[in-house]
C-alpha cells in the first residue's frame, strides 16, 4: 500500500508543467529620442486570438529614463504566440519566440525599444515660459508704439528729453493762443495794457485756470 502512494506521488509530480520566464524589456521614447516617462504599457490580443488571451491585461510601468520590463509566464507550447503592446493609444506587435531572445537561467529575455509616432506633451513649466515670454513681448511693443507717438509730437520729444513743455493759454481779450509765460508780455505788447494791469489781469486768468484743473 505504501509503495503505491509512492508511486502515485511521483506520477503527479512528474506531470506538473513548470512554467518559465520570458521578459520583454526595453526602452519607450518619442521621436526625438526623449523618454517617455512614467506611462504604462498594457498587453492587448487580436480579436479570436485565444492563444494570446492568457497574457491579456499584463501591464508595465515605464520609469524615469523611459525604461520597462513585462515579465510573462509561459510554456513550451507559447512559442510563436503575438501580442501587442499598447501605450498612449499606439500598438507594437511582438511574438514570443525562443530563437529571437536570450535566454539566461532557463530563463528568456527579448529587448525591445518602442518609439512613439506622437509627438512629446508640452509641460506646464515650458508653456509658463512661453506664455510670461509673450506677455512681454506685448508689453514692450505696447510700451514702443506709445513711445514713438508721443515723439511724433513736440511736447512729447520735450517729455522724452526730460523738458516738460509750457502749457498754453487763451488771452480772454483776442481769443488767441498763448503760451502761459508769455500772456503778460501779450497783453502790453499787443493791446497796450499797463505792465501792473496786465499782471493783474494775468494772475487772475492763472488763479480761474488752476481752479477749473483741480479735480472735484
Same mark, same amino acid.
Given at each position: 500500500?505504501?509503495?503505491?502512494? $509512492?508511486?502515485?506521488?511521483?506520477?503527479?509530480?512528474?506531470?506538473?508543467?513548470?512554467? =518559465?520566464?520570458?521578459?520583454? /524589456?526595453? +526602452?519607450? +521614447?518619442?521621436p526625438? %529620442?526623449?523618454?517617455?516617462?512614467?506611462e504604462e504599457?498594457v $498587453?492587448?490580443?487580436?480579436?479570436h486570438a485565444?492563444?494570446?488571451?492568457?497574457f491579456?491585461?499584463?501591464?508595465s510601468?515605464?520609469?524615469?529614463?523611459?525604461?520597462?520590463?513585462?515579465?510573462?509566464?509561459?510554456? *513550451?507550447?507559447d =512559442?510563436?504566440?503575438?501580442?501587442i503592446?499598447?501605450? &498612449?493609444?499606439?500598438?507594437? !506587435?511582438?511574438?514570443i519566440?525562443?530563437? %529571437?531572445?536570450?535566454?539566461?537561467?532557463?530563463? !528568456?529575455?527579448?529587448?525591445?525599444n518602442?518609439?512613439?509616432?506622437?509627438?512629446?506633451?508640452?509641460?506646464?513649466?515650458?508653456?509658463?515660459?512661453?506664455?510670461?515670454? /509673450?506677455f512681454?513681448?506685448?508689453?514692450?511693443? %505696447?510700451?514702443?508704439?506709445?513711445?514713438?507717438?508721443? /515723439?511724433?509730437?513736440?511736447?512729447? &520729444?520735450?517729455?522724452?528729453?526730460g523738458r516738460?513743455?509750457?502749457?498754453?493759454? *487763451?488771452?480772454?481779450?483776442? %481769443?488767441?493762443?498763448?503760451?502761459?509765460? /508769455?500772456l503778460?508780455?501779450?497783453l $502790453?505788447? *499787443?493791446?497796450?495794457?499797463?505792465?501792473e494791469?496786465a499782471?493783474?489781469l494775468?494772475?487772475?486768468?492763472?488763479?480761474?485756470?488752476?481752479?477749473?484743473?483741480e479735480?472735484?
Amino acid at each position: 500500500m505504501r509503495l503505491i502512494q $509512492i508511486i502515485c506521488v511521483i506520477s503527479m509530480a512528474s506531470s506538473v508543467v513548470t512554467a =518559465d520566464s520570458y521578459t520583454i /524589456l526595453g +526602452t519607450l +521614447t518619442y521621436p526625438n %529620442n526623449t523618454a517617455v516617462q512614467y506611462e504604462e504599457i498594457v $498587453i492587448e490580443c487580436e480579436p479570436h486570438a485565444y492563444d494570446c488571451v492568457k497574457f491579456s491585461g499584463g501591464s508595465s510601468m515605464s520609469d524615469f529614463s523611459g525604461g520597462y520590463r513585462m515579465e510573462l509566464e509561459f510554456e *513550451e507550447g507559447d =512559442d510563436g504566440i503575438e501580442v501587442i503592446l499598447t501605450v &498612449r493609444g499606439e500598438r507594437f !506587435y511582438h511574438t514570443i519566440s525562443f530563437d %529571437n531572445s536570450s535566454q539566461s537561467n532557463g530563463d !528568456y529575455y527579448a529587448y525591445l525599444n518602442l518609439t512613439l509616432a506622437q509627438d512629446p506633451p508640452v509641460s506646464p513649466l515650458s508653456a509658463g515660459f512661453v506664455c510670461g515670454t /509673450l506677455f512681454f513681448i506685448l508689453v514692450f511693443a %505696447n510700451v514702443a508704439v506709445r513711445t514713438g507717438r508721443r /515723439l511724433m509730437t513736440p511736447e512729447g &520729444r520735450q517729455r522724452f528729453q526730460g523738458r516738460s513743455p509750457m502749457p498754453i493759454t *487763451e488771452c480772454r481779450i483776442c %481769443n488767441g493762443t498763448v503760451r502761459r509765460h /508769455l500772456l503778460v508780455r501779450h497783453l $502790453i505788447v *499787443e493791446h497796450g495794457i499797463a505792465p501792473e494791469d496786465a499782471g493783474a489781469l494775468a494772475g487772475l486768468q492763472f488763479s480761474d485756470e488752476r481752479s477749473e484743473e483741480e479735480p472735484r
